[in-house]
């Protein structure tokens, strides 16, 4: 059972340069999430989408896009690329938005700008 | 909007010593709260849940939690540290309306020999 699947798990850009990190996952869920970890600041969220087609900002969306490509997949895209946004990229999924259930994690994406 | 505190960013304890890890959220109307565990270079992990109408919610690990509606905390505590405990917790909590989890700052727990 893999959960959240996140790719790639290292990433390395030169300022100015696109990319997209993707994650997918397996368990059905309605709802996915993009968060950055930062040192000392907690997990912080980017974007995030309720159910299939729709999505909705965050704490902190400038910079970033996202595709909800179907239930599975949702895809976080830095258009161009900024040292600011040297960080760990974790997405997560759950059953919904408006419930107790928790979300899911998936094991991150480091990505370093230069 | 909902926030989350985490008091001390860092936790030292010896093995076998109590482990207390606090967190207090700021909301008039208790809401969905949670308690997650990083080990390093992984995602996150789900340590236990708050259930309305409890007090005292067990999770894996040894780990619970005991939520106290009059000082809004949901405090973590394991009687006996093990050196495999080490690892950064976040407090997390969720709101009644929209839906979006706030996390706290996360506390580094580490465990002397």
């Known amino acids: 059972n893999a959960g959240v699947t996140q790719t790639p798990k290292f990433q390395v850009l030169k300022t100015g340069q696109s990319m997209t990190l993707q994650c997918a996952q397996d368990?059905?869920?309605?709802?996915m999430y993009w968060y950055r970890q930062d040192p000392g600041m907690g997990l912080r969220l980017i974007y995030y989408?309720?159910?299939?087609?729709?999505?909705d900002k965050g704490e902190v969306p400038n910079g970033y896009n996202v595709s909800r490509l179907n239930k599975r997949e949702f895809s976080l895209r830095l258009e161009s690329a900024a040292p600011s946004q040297t960080s760990v990229y974790f997405c997560?999924?759950?059953?919904?938005?408006?419930?107790?259930?928790?979300?899911?994690f998936g094991d991150g994406t480091r990505l370093s700008i230069l | 909007a909902q926030s989350v505190t985490q008091l001390g960013s860092h936790v030292s304890v010896s093995e076998g010593a109590l482990v207390l890890l606090r967190c207090n959220y700021s909301s008039s109307v208790p809401p969905y709260l949670f308690w997650y565990v990083q080990y390093p270079n992984q995602g996150l992990q789900l340590l236990l849940k708050y259930t309305t109408g409890a007090t005292l919610v067990k999770g894996i690990n040894g780990f619970e939690a005991e939520f106290k509606k009059s000082e809004t905390s949901f405090h973590l505590t394991k009687p006996s540290a093990h050196m495999s405990d080490a690892a950064e917790y976040f407090c997390?909590?969720?709101?009644?309306?929209?839906?979006?989890?706030?996390f706290g700052r996360g506390t580094q727990l580490t465990v002397w020999p």
């Open positions: 997560a999924s759950s059953e919904e938005v408006h419930n107790n259930q928790p979300q899911h």
């Open positions: 368990m059905n869920h309605n709802s």
């Open positions: 997390a909590a969720r709101g009644s309306t929209l839906g979006r989890l706030y």
């Open positions: 989408s309720a159910s299939e087609g729709t999505t």
